[in-house]
C-alpha cells in the first residue's frame, strides 16, 4: 500500500475485508449433448493452465443439442464461479455469426446460477426467475488457455451451456469462489440433539454469507441494507462472531442516507428497529464512543417516537405499517406488532440515552413506554403477540397458551422467529420452542437448505421435492411453485440473514447466557436444558469467551475474570 500511495498510480477508496476461497463441485448433476469426462471437474487438479495437454471436460456441439452440465458445489456459497479453459475453438463461418476467423479460439456460454437445481435450470422470466440484484442467468465468452471469473451472486448448482453451433470447449476445472469475511467462530453450541446443533450452524452460516462488505438482507435477491431485517442478523452476529465492524458501517450507512424527519428504507418500523440494533450491539460490544455518535440523530428519533404515543398509550403510527411479508395485510397484526415495538424501542432508547448522557430523554422515553403497558391490542397473530410479550404488555404465557401453540410451527415467520421462540422460553415452555425450532427449520433441512430462507411455511411441504434435485414428475417445486408479495416462485431468496435467529435463541434461553450490563461485563447464566441431556457452547465478550457446559447434574462455567457471572 505504501507503494502504491507513494507513485500515486492507485488511490484506495474502500476496503471491505472480504477474502476468497476456492471450492469444488461436489455432483454432475445432468450432462445434455456431447459432454466428456464430465467427472473430471470433481477431481483434485491445480487451479493452474498449462500450455501442455491435459485431462479435460470437453463440451462439444456438431450442429445437434447443445452440450451443458449442471453441477453442484454441495452448499450455498456467496461469490462467483471461475472457469480454467485448457481449449475453446470455433470453427470459422459457421454457427451464429457473430465470430470471424480472427477470433476462433473463443466461445461462448450461458452460465445459470441457482440456489435450487430448479432455478439454476430455469431461464429467466419463467417461474419468476430474475436476475434482480445480481446476474444470475447471463451469456459469457471464454477463451483458450485462461481464467475468467463471473459476477458475484449467492448460490450452489450451476448450469453451463456451450452456445455456439460448431465449437468445443475443455475446461481443466471449475470452482466455486467463496467470498466472504475470514472471521473466527467464537460462539458455539453443541447437545445431546444433532438436529438443534445443525439448526445453530446453518443460521450462524446464514448471516455471515450476509456479512459482505456491508450487511445485506440476502445474497442474491436483496443485496441491500434493509435495517429492520438486520435485527435477528445483530444478535447472530454478536452471539457468534463479538463486534464486527460490518454492523456500525451499515447502521452508519442508513442513518446517514434518512434524514431523521423520514423513516429509514421507507418502513416505519425500520426505523425502530434501528434503535433496537444499536441496543443489542451495545449491550455486546460496550463501545460507549460509537454510541456517543449517535446521539444527535437518535436523540431526535426517540423523541419523534415518544410523540407517538398518546395519552391513553397507545401508538399513534400514520400511513402503511409493515412487520414482515407474511403479516402484510392483517391490520390487527401489525398494530399489535407496532404497539409491542414501541414499547421495547422506547424502554432501549431509555438505557441507551442514559449513557449517552440525556437524563430528560431517558426519563421521557421510559414514563412513555411504561404509559404503553395500558393498552394491549387484541391479536391471534403470531408476530403481533410475539412483540407484546416480548415488550411485557401481553403476559407470556397467555401469549404462548392462546397463540404461539396453536397449530405448533405454522404461521411462523423465518425474520420473527427469534420473537416467536423467545416469547415461548418466556412463559416457560423451553420444550415447546425447541419442538418449534426442529418442525420449522428442520423442515428446511429435509428439504436440502444448506442456508435459512426469506420466508417457509410448513403448508408447501407435502408433496415438495427437495431443492438439492432435480423435480420428478409428479412432485412439487418447494422453490419455483411456492412464495408470495415480492418473492413469489424463484424470486425466492434461500439465503436470508433474518433467518437466522435460532442461533441467538439457542444461546441467550438453552445456555441461558443474557448480558446485563454493556460490555458483558455482568453476564447471567441460567441454562435451560429443555429435555436435552445436555447442552453445552461458548459466547464472545470483549474480554475472551464464556464456555458454558450444563447437564442433569448441574452448571460449568469457564468466564474471563473482567465479567461477573450472576447465576
Known sequence: MKLLDKNKLIRPCESDGRAREFIRPTRIMLTKGDVTNAEHLLADTPNQVAVAAEECTTLRNSGGEHAALLFDLGCEIHGCVRFVTQNAT??????????????????????RFGESVSEALTPVGVKGATTDHASRDFITALRWLSYEDTNESGFRFVYVELLDDHAELQLKTVFGVLIYRDIEYIGSFESSDPLLDKIYDTSAYTAHLNMQGYLWDGIKRDRLVWIGDMHPEVMTICTVFGANEVVPRSLDYVRDHTPVTGWMNGISSYSLWWV???????????????????????????????????????????????????SKGDDEAVNAGYQGLLCMTLKAGSMLAAHFGDEKLAKLCADKSALMHNYCPPTVSKQGASLLALSGIL???????????????RRFSTFYSYYMLTTKALAGNYTGALDAMREYYGAMLDLGATTFWEDFNLDWVPGSA????????????????????????????????WSSG??????????????????????????????????????????GPISVYVDEKGVKIDAPAEVEIIR
Open 90 to 111: 470455433r470453427t470459422p463461418g459457421k454457427g451464429s455469426g457473430e465470430h470471424t476467423s480472427a477470433d476462433t479460439k473463443e466461445v461462448r456460454v450461458r452460465v
Open 502 to 543: 435460532p442461533t441467538a435463541f439457542l444461546a441467550r434461553h438453552i445456555l441461558g447466557i443474557k448480558v446485563l450490563e454493556p460490555g458483558c461485563k455482568k453476564v447471567e447464566i441460567k441454562p435451560n436444558l429443555a429435555g436435552l441431556t445436555y447442552a453445552k457452547g461458548s459466547y464472545p465478550t470483549p474480554y
Open 276 to 326: 433496537m440494533c444499536h441496543y443489542d450491539y451495545y449491550l455486546q460490544n460496550g463501545d460507549k464512543a460509537y454510541l456517543c455518535e449517535q446521539k444527535e440523530y437518535m436523540s431526535a428519533l426517540l423523541t419523534r417516537l415518544c410523540g407517538l404515543v398518546d395519552d391513553e398509550g397507545r401508538e399513534r403510527f400514520e400511513g402503511g405499517k409493515f412487520l414482515d411479508w407474511p
Open 395 to 409: 403476559d407470556a404465557k397467555r401469549a404462548d397458551d392462546e397463540v404461539m401453540s396453536v397449530d405448533g410451527a
Open 466 to 497: 427437495g431443492i438439492d434435485e432435480i423435480v420428478p414428475e409428479g412432485k412439487k417445486d418447494i422453490h419455483g411453485d411456492f412464495g408470495a408479495h415480492c418473492y413469489i416462485g424463484l424470486r425466492h431468496s434461500l439465503c436470508h440473514g
